[in-house]
């Protein structure tokens, strides 16, 4: 494609709310991708001022689109109801959604804490799930951006950043917790399946899981993954056509 004729179409789609890929690429992934444009056009992330202020703050941190960062920001909502359980983030990037999930649980009055889990230093784990990657993409960070992010701009007070690989390096400081809720944004397939493992059986009761890169055709792996989890009877599956999938701890 004429890449005068891209640009200009992705700048269009872009001011119409709508996630512009070149379709060719797509579909040369194979029957399981296709363009999916869904037509429903309630938009309740345009209703919601205290998210249109914490997205605006958070916007240039993350590569998660607002459709996707008000789901979470609902989820979070949602998580109020449970019986208590920290939450956790694993691939963290420039911060952005784990301060938007850190202000949504602090506006709700929620006392637990979040966790904010990264490398710093880039994906890890890439394998022949991830065709794609080959391990170090999203270097493009560090501690101490997210640092300024959480305390210095936002001044949150209920978020820790645990560097290092989760749940390899970081997990012993968390492994007594309960959590209510995970945010897994991670790429890739073995990165995804342990940290699944690791705290399947630290999730409370109805606790979530939210796994970004699910609707993507550059993450087979996170789609495999979760898709594997369909038969087990412990946990329900949600999939959205925004690019999450949900796991429900029964």
């Known amino acids: 494609m004429n890449l005068l004729v891209k640009s200009t179409l992705k700048k269009l789609a872009s001011n119409r709310g709508v996630?512009?890929?070149?379709?060719?690429?797509?579909?040369?992934?194979?029957?399981?991708?296709e363009v999916v444009l869904p037509g429903a056009t309630y938009s309740p992330w345009n209703l919601d001022q205290a998210f249109k202020t914490a997205y605006s703050q958070v916007e240039l941190a993350t590569l998660v689109d607002k459709y996707r960062c008000f789901e979470l920001w609902r989820l979070v909502e949602q998580s109020a109801k449970?019986?208590?359980?920290?939450f956790i983030e694993i691939g963290v990037w420039r911060?952005?959604?784990a301060a938007l999930i850190a202000t949504q649980a602090k506006r709700l009055g929620l006392h637990d804490k979040i966790y904010a889990c990264d490398t710093f230093s880039g994906v890890v784990k890439a394998g022949e799930e991830d065709p794609d990657y080959v391990g170090g993409e999203h270097a493009d960070t560090s501690r101490r951006v997210v640092e300024q992010l959480f305390y210095e701009?936002?001044?949150?007070?209920?978020?820790e950043i645990l560097t290092g690989i989760f749940p390899e390096d970081t997990g012993g400081r968390v492994e007594n917790l309960k959590f209510r809720f995970c945010h897994i944004d991670v790429d890739i397939y073995q990165s995804?399946?342990?940290?699944?493992?690791?705290?399947?059986?630290?999730?409370?009761?109805g606790g979530m899981i939210v796994y970004d890169d699910y609707g993507w055709d550059t993450t087979p792996g996170i789609a495999r993954y979760v898709d594997a989890q369909l038969p087990l009877k412990d946990r329900i599956f949600l999939h959205n056509l925004n690019g999450h999938a949900i796991v429900i701890k029964r």
Do not use: C, S
Request: net charge positive; no cysteine; proline share 7%.
């Open 95 to 97: 911060g952005g959604t």
């Open 82 to 86: 449970l019986e208590g359980g920290a």
């Open 19 to 33: 996630h512009f890929r070149y379709m060719p690429r797509v579909l040369n992934k194979g029957p399981g991708y």
């Open 192 to 205: 995804a399946k342990d940290v699944t493992e690791w705290i399947w059986e630290r999730m409370v009761p």
């Open 153 to 159: 701009t936002l001044k949150l007070d209920n978020i």
